[in-house]
């Protein structure tokens, strides 16, 4: 099983405050996807990185696939509290098996008022 | 648009139970995935589906069966339940051909909140 590692699990900041998220692995993977899952709802599709080195903007979200593609990360600037909600990050198992991602154990972020 | 559908959205069993799980969803979608989703634990792969009458084995199959009869509907089935099983389920469905990117977004569900006592 190909581990995705997310840091940190748990994040409850000030609204206006910056942060990073990081999703790791120890293989490369091709490509890797970042969802947003509100209480009570499921996971929705924010980004997919596919170049290494990649870097996409959304807003004041800022997603950057590492140049090894092993890592990324996911940096929010001046949060506010609508973004309070679970990061997950994800990668295809593998080989031909499309659509068997593999879900990171998630980041709970809280940005308070 | 309605998307993926889940029913129930929340359900209590007692030990030995069975049940189905409803998913349907009217994007077309060819792919169709159960997960489930532990406290802290990211999201499990149960099943999936490539299309009507195929299905696959995912991450943690035991004790779940599924069936694709249609292209809109992907049943879960729980036949004994068991503790270890309370859980929520996410279905989700995407889209893919062999001419697409192998990064086509999941569509989920809101989800069935399942508690087994």
């Known amino acids: 099983t190909q581990l995705l590692e997310q840091s940190p699990q748990f994040l409850s900041i000030q609204e206006g405050e910056n942060l990073t998220v990081y999703c790791n692995s120890s293989?490369?993977?091709?490509?890797l996807q970042w969802y947003r899952q509100e209480p009570g709802e499921g996971p929705v599709l924010l980004v997919t990185v596919v170049t290494g080195g990649e870097v996409k903007k959304l807003k004041r979200l800022t997603f950057q696939f590492g140049d090894a593609r092993k890592d990324s990360s996911l940096h929010i600037t001046a949060a506010q509290p609508g973004d309070t909600g679970l990061y997950l990050c994800?990668?295809?198992?593998?080989?031909?098996?499309?659509?068997?991602?593999?879900f990171g154990q998630g980041t709970i972020l809280t940005v308070h008022p | 648009n309605a998307g993926v559908t889940q029913t129930p959205k929340f359900r209590i069993l007692k030990i030995g139970q069975s049940m189905t799980l409803q998913c349907t969803q009217d994007m077309n979608h060819n792919y169709m995935y159960w997960y489930r989703q532990d406290p802290g634990m990211g999201l499990k792969l149960i099943y999936y589906?490539?299309?009507?009458?195929?299905?696959d084995k995912g991450e943690v199959p035991n004790g779940y069966n599924v069936s694709r009869s249609t292209t809109e509907d992907f049943p879960l089935r729980l036949e004994l339940a068991a503790p270890s099983q309370t859980s929520v389920y996410f279905c989700a469905s995407s889209y893919y051909t062999v001419w697409s990117s192998y990064n086509s977004p999941l569509h989920f569900g809101n989800g069935t909140r399942l508690t087994v006592t």
């Open positions: 994800a990668r295809n198992a593998g080989g031909t098996s499309y659509g068997k991602l593999t």
């Open positions: 293989s490369v993977f091709s490509s």
């Open positions: 589906s490539v299309g009507a009458g195929i299905t």
